[in-house]
T-cell receptor, first 111, second 111 residues
Framework: ELKVEQNPLFLSMQEGKNYTIYCNYSTTSDRLYWYRQDPGKSLESLFVLLSNGAVKQEGRLMASLDTKARLSTLHITAAVHDLSATYFCALANFGNEKLTFGTGTRLTIIP | NAGVMQNPRHLVRRRGQEARLRCSPMKGHSHVYWYRQLPEEGLKFMVYLQKENIIDESGMPKERFSAEFPKEGPSILRIQQVVRGDSAAYFC?????????FGQGTRLTVV
């Protein structure tokens, strides 16, 4: 059974600082996603990572994937208040989009 | 191309009543996934359907819950005899092959 763990669960950061969210998973998968969720809202897709060594960047967020270590990271650079949200990683089954989600990381950016 | 449409957005039911949640996938999408999100938790897979077929219902509670995706019309998640513990956000996602798109969710409150 695929298990996905994220850490930390809660993260308070000051504006302008850098930090990293970690996503570990237990078995192989061919796609890893990062999502953002604002309170009371749906999920916004941020990144999809397909292969070992994949790195994607959008603005202040950068995601990477190490399939050998079964680890993905979401790095936040020079955080701003607008990035406050809950971030989830999720892994897909081979051949379909049944997703197993991590526990989520609630990120709060403090001015 | 409209996104994944879920209705109602909010639903209040008394204990023992039935709840029906609807999901219209994106145009052309033939795969539908239902997820449940309990307060302060990640999303948990419930069921995966294609038109007129249940492909994977491994996440569905054994009793009171059912899902369908008829040839015509939206996918329906039905919860009979709701209990307080059913209070959650229910999200639907649709895909054509890979990459799922999420609806806005239905927030069910059982009183």
């Amino acid at each position: 059974e695929l298990k996905v763990e994220q850490n930390p669960l809660f993260l308070s950061m000051q504006e302008g600082k850098n930090y990293t969210i970690y996503c570990n998973y237990s078995t192989t998968s061919d796609r890893l996603y990062w999502y953002r969720q604002d309170p009371g809202k749906s999920l916004e897709s941020l990144f999809v990572l397909l292969s070992n060594g994949a790195v994607k960047q959008e603005g202040r967020l950068m995601a990477s994937l190490d399939t050998k270590a079964r680890l993905s990271t979401l790095h936040i650079t020079a955080a701003v208040h607008d990035l406050s949200a809950t971030y989830f990683c999720a892994l897909a089954n081979f051949g379909n989009e049944k997703l197993t989600f991590g526990t989520g990381t609630r990120l709060t950016i403090i001015p | 191309n409209a996104g994944v449409m879920q209705n109602p957005r909010h639903l209040v039911r008394r204990r023992g009543q039935e709840a029906r949640l609807r999901c219209s996938p994106m145009k052309g999408h033939s795969h539908v996934y239902w997820y449940r999100q309990l307060p302060e938790e990640g999303l948990k897979f419930m069921v995966y359907l294609q038109k007129e077929n249940i492909i994977d219902e491994s996440g569905m509670p054994k009793e009171r819950f059912s899902a369908e995706f008829p040839k015509e019309g939206p996918s329906i998640l039905r919860i009979q005899q709701v209990v307080r513990g059913d209070s959650a956000a229910y999200f639907c996602a649709s895909s054509l092959r890979l990459e799922a798109f999420f609806g806005q969710g239905t927030r069910l409150t059982v009183v």
